[in-house]
């Protein structure tokens, strides 16, 4: 019977601290530990974040580093051209307006011969007639 009543005693004697010692252990505590939970977890998606778009944009450059080198450059640009003709219905047509998107994106810098079928030349298409 004392042990309650002393119990009960200190519990009248310091209501503060006692509510405090409660809101303590029942909620700041496990707020705390939330807290840091949730860091921990968004600091890893982060860094989950950071390694994937690190991973894309050094996909990015491997395929810009591949057509640094202008004949490597250039001779993809001109297959995708030959590959474009190939299947085009007007080859002479898609020829005309590829030839001038080239000039005009890269003045200069090529020159083009064009032949038919035949192997006869074209010399409306042809920026080279001596051939």
Not at 10 to 28: A, K, M, N, T
Not at 70 to 80: C, I, K, R, T, V
Not at 95 to 103: E, V
């Amino acid at each position: 019977m004392q042990e309650k009543g002393s119990l009960q005693g200190y519990y009248q004697r310091f209501p503060v601290l006692s509510w405090l010692g409660i809101l303590f252990c029942f909620v700041l505590f496990p707020a705390g530990l939330i807290n840091l939970g949730l860091d921990q977890l968004f600091k890893t998606r982060a860094a989950n974040n950071r390694e994937e778009i690190e991973s894309r944009m050094e996909q990015a450059l491997k395929t810009v580093d591949k057509f640094s080198d202008n004949e490597y450059f250039a001779h993809f640009l001109l297959l995708d051209i030959n590959q474009t003709l190939l299947s085009s219905q007007q080859p002479h047509k898609t020829f005309q307006k590829l030839k001038t998107s080239l000039q005009k994106r890269y003045p200069d810098t090529f020159t083009f011969v064009y032949w038919d079928e035949k192997g006869e030349l074209i010399k409306e298409l042809s920026d080279e007639a001596s051939f």
